[in-house]
């Protein structure tokens, strides 16, 4: 049985930090590229950063660039979003995806970060 498991959002205020981690399970997680992904209310959701499965080369959204850093444990089956400098649009629900071509494509249930003072 497929899971990915959020954890590590809540409140901070605008400037602050939190480390989202996303643990999977069911499927062979070092053949899959992970994205981070949020959806804000009344918006689309959008892809905020993604590591592939060989080389984890990143890749970020430009409203993130040098505030988020994505990262994978193999080991650990476990991704990582670290976030700094958060702004208050950044307030978002934070999902985790496991994307493998043919192999499936895989959600969790999401993580609510909100950013206010």
């Known amino acids: 049985q497929v899971q990915l498991v959020e954890s590590g959002g809540g409140l901070v205020q605008p400037g602050g930090s939190l480390r989202l981690s996303c643990a999977a399970s069911?499927?062979?997680?070092?053949?899959?590229?992970m994205n981070w992904y949020r959806q804000a209310p009344g918006k689309e959701r959008e892809l905020v950063a993604g590591?592939?499965?060989?080389?984890?080369?990143?890749n970020y959204a430009d409203s993130v660039k040098g505030r988020f850093t994505i990262s994978r444990d193999n080991a650990k089956n476990t991704v990582y979003l670290q976030m700094n400098s958060l702004k208050p649009e950044d307030t978002a629900v934070y999902y985790c995806?496991?994307?493998?071509?043919?192999?499936?494509?895989?959600w969790g249930q999401g993580t609510q970060v909100t950013v206010s003072s």
């Open positions: 069911g499927f062979t997680f070092s053949f899959y590229d």
């Open positions: 590591i592939s499965n060989g080389n984890a080369r990143t």
């Open positions: 995806n496991a994307r493998g071509g043919l192999m499936g494509d895989f």
